[in-house]
C-alpha cells in the first residue's frame, strides 16, 4: 500500500516526441442501460482516438492501452502513469428509450483537474449519424482545450528548461492574443523554436501566419518580398509533414495572402481531408470562397466552423470574415450581425469593428453611426478609407473592393 501511495505522488509522464502532449480516450461507461448500449459505446470512442490522431499536435494512446483499463476505477493521475499520458478524455453513454446522452470529461492527469466537459443529447433513430455527429464535435473541442492548457503549461516552465516545442506553444499564446506587441513576441518566439528544432513543421507555419497577419492586422508594410517569404516558410512546413493539417491551412491563408486564391483552396481542401475536425480549416474555406465571390457556397462553412469549436480562439475572426463576405454580397444587415458578434469575441481586432461601420453606412443608420465611429478609432487611430486600401492588399476583385470602401465613406470615414 506504501508504494502505491507513492506511486500517486508521480508526475505524469513527460510529453514524448519533443514535447507533444498524449492523451488517452478511455472505454465509455455505460449508464442506465444494459448490454445493447456497449457496442455503440466502444464504437465511439474508437472513433474518437481515430478522429484525434489526426491532430498533429498531440499523440494519442493506442487503443489497445487504454481498453486494457477498461472496468477498472483509477484516478485520473494514476491512469496517467500508467499509460504515459498527459490528458486523459472520460465519458458515458446513457440510452433510455430512443433518448441518447453522450457525457464526457478531459482531465489534465498531473493534478487530476478536469479542463473541460461536455454532454452531447442524441434521439437514437440513426446511431450511424449520431456517432459521426457527436465524434466530429469532440474531435474539434478537445484539440483547443489541450493546446490551451499546454501553452499554460509551457509559460510555468523556467526559461532553462524551454525546449523549440514550449517556444512555439508560448509563441501561438502571444499569437492568439492579437496585438502589435504580441505578434512580435510570437515572431521571435516562433523563430527561436525554428532554430532549436529545424524539423518542427507547424513553428515554420505558424511563423508564415503570424508574418501574414502583421501585415493585415498590425503595422507591417505589405511587401512582395514578405509576402514570398512567407509562402517558402509556409511551403516548407508542408514538406516537413505533409500530414499535417494546420500545415496546409496556414500555407492555404498564406497564399490568399498574395492573391492565389485557386492555390488557397487546394491547400484548404488537402487540410480538409487530412483532418476534417479542424474549425478554422472550415472557416479559411469559406472565406477563400468568398474571395471569389462564391459567397452560397461560403456561408456553410462559416456555419460549420463556429458548430464545431464554438470557442476557439479565433472565434471572432470566423464571426469578421464572414461579415466581410456579406458586405462584398451586398447583404449588409447580415454583415452587421456578424460583426457586431465578431467584436463582442475575445481578442478581437479592429477590423469587425470596421465592417459594423462599414454595414451601416449602407444601412443610414445614422443614429448608432457616431458611437460606432468612436469607437473604431479607439480600436484603430487614424483608421482611414486609405489605410483600409492598403490592408486589404489581399482582396482581387474591384469591385469587392470598391463596395467596402463605398460603405466606409457613406459612414463617414475620411479618406
Known sequence: MATQALRLQEPAAAPADGGKPSVAVMPLVI????????????????DIITALSRHRAMLVVARESSYALKGQRADVRRIGIQLAANYVLEGTLTCVGNDVRIAVQLAETETGSCIWAEH??????DLDAVQEDVVALIAARVEPEIANAERARAGRKSPQARRAWDFFLL??????????ADNKVAQKLLRRAVVLDTALSQAHAWLAYAMVLAMVYFDAEPSDDDLNAAVALARHAVDLDERDALAHFVCGRVLLARKDYHGSISELEIAHQLNP????????????????GRFAEAMPYFDKALTLCPHDPQRWAFCAYRSLAHIFAGEDQQALQ???RALHAPNSLYWPY?????????LQRAAELPRALDELQQRKQGFSCSLARKR???VKDPNHLMRYLEGLRRAGVAE
Not at 120 to 125: A, T
Not at 171 to 180: A, D, I, N, V, W
Not at 277 to 292: H, I, K, R, T, W
Not at 354 to 362: I, K, S, T
Request: charged letters at 20%; one cysteine or more; glycine letters at 10%.
Open 31 to 46: 449508464l442506465g442501460t444494459g448490454a445493447e448500449g456497449r457496442p455503440i459505446a466502444d464504437a465511439i470512442a474508437e
Open 120 to 125: 452531447f443529447d442524441r434521439r437514437r433513430e
Open 171 to 180: 509563441g501561438m499564446k502571444h499569437l492568439f492574443r492579437s496585438t502589435p
Open 277 to 292: 475536425n479542424l474549425a478554422p480549416v472550415y472557416c479559411a474555406l469559406g472565406d477563400s470562397l468568398s474571395y471569389q
Open 338 to 340: 456578424w460583426a457586431e
Open 354 to 362: 470596421a465592417h459594423r461601420v462599414a454595414a451601416m453606412g449602407y
Open 392 to 394: 486589404l492588399f489581399y
